[in-house]
């Protein structure tokens, strides 16, 4: 027995087109695959209205809140890792021990790598 598959197709939206409730949950899919959202527009004979608007770019952080970010996330993740190592320091210089720091001094400078990507500035 063959059974018969039934392909809904997949309307297609764009900025700008204005959906009523019905069609809400298939705009908001589209909405979220081409960075876009919906907003409600005052309702036309009390039936809900939405247009469709993109989301726009986030604009991007002047340098002195790039500084201000690097400096919050050195603080957040490198400097735990530098007061482990410290804290190391205060031992017996065991071989373990050396090995240790020399893992938690790796793991920071690719921590500060990171974060340096994270937040380029000039």
């Known amino acids: 027995m063959e059974e ?3 392909e809904e197709e997949k309307k297609e ?3 700008g087109d204005i959906v009523c409730l019905n069609e809400y949950t ?5 909405c979220r695959e081409n960075n876009a959202t919906l907003t409600e ?3 036309e004979e009390e039936t809900r209205r939405f ?7 986030p604009p991007t952080p002047t340098e002195e809140e790039q500084r201000e970010n690097r400096k919050k996330a ?7 890792i530098t007061s482990h190592i410290e ?3 205060d ?13 938690l001094k790796e793991e920071r400078n690719l921590k500060i790598q990171e974060i340096k990507k994270r937040y380029p500035y000039a």
């Open 13 to 15: 939206y764009k900025i």
């Open 74 to 80: 050195y603080t957040k993740e490198v400097d735990p």
């Open 51 to 57: 247009e469709i608007i993109s989301i726009p770019e």
């Open 4 to 6: 018969n598959q039934i």
């Open 91 to 103: 031992e017996e210089q065991t071989e373990e021990i050396v090995i240790k720091i020399n893992e």
């Open 41 to 43: 527009i005052n309702p």
């Open 87 to 89: 804290r190391l320091k």
């Open 26 to 30: 298939d705009a908001a899919i589209w």
